[in-house]
């Protein structure tokens, strides 16, 4: 405890413990997609979207709310929690999950496209269409 607290006094060392702490959430959040989406190369099983930056972990009915997130990644890549129940979406469509799940009547209504678009310099960029029927 006395060991924590000096730790913690020090700017540079809570600093370092701070950014120990984001780097360990990262990979808990990045091996936890992995293992959902049971792919060494994670895609949004909606759209195809690669990116794992922005790929989440979807409730397939709802209430991921109630989960929380302080323990949920790790429960996931150390086997207590299963995952049969959850699929990975990009944020993008797994907003719009949350959408059709909470207003029925607009399901099915959306479509959301990924494109792939080569660069000139390294890297790819990546955007999103969404087509709304006219009669929406």
């Given at each position: 405890h006395e060991y924590w607290k000096k730790r913690m006094a020090n700017p540079e060392l809570r600093?370092?413990?701070?950014?120990?702490v984001k780097r360990w959430a990262s990979?808990?959040?990045?091996?936890?997609?992995?293992?959902?989406?049971?792919?060494?190369?994670?895609?949004c099983e909606?759209?195809?979207c690669p990116s794992i930056e922005?790929?989440?972990?979807?409730?397939?009915?709802?209430?991921?709310?109630?989960?929380?997130y302080s323990k949920f990644y790790h429960a996931i890549v150390i086997g207590e929690r299963q995952t049969s129940d959850l699929n990975i979406l990009c944020r993008v469509c797994n907003a719009l999950h949350y959408v059709e799940i909470s207003h029925?009547?607009?399901?099915?209504?959306?479509?959301?496209?990924?494109?792939?678009k080569p660069v000139i310099?390294?890297?790819?960029t990546f955007s999103m269409t969404f087509n709304v029927?006219?009669?929406?």
């Open positions: 600093q370092r413990h701070t950014n120990e990979s808990q959040r990045d091996r936890a997609i992995r293992i959902v989406s049971k792919d060494e190369t994670p895609k909606n759209c195809g922005i790929l989440e972990i979807n409730h397939k009915n709802g209430g991921g709310y109630k989960e929380g029925p009547e607009v399901q099915g209504r959306f479509t959301v496209l990924f494109h792939e310099e390294e890297g790819t029927p006219k009669d929406a």
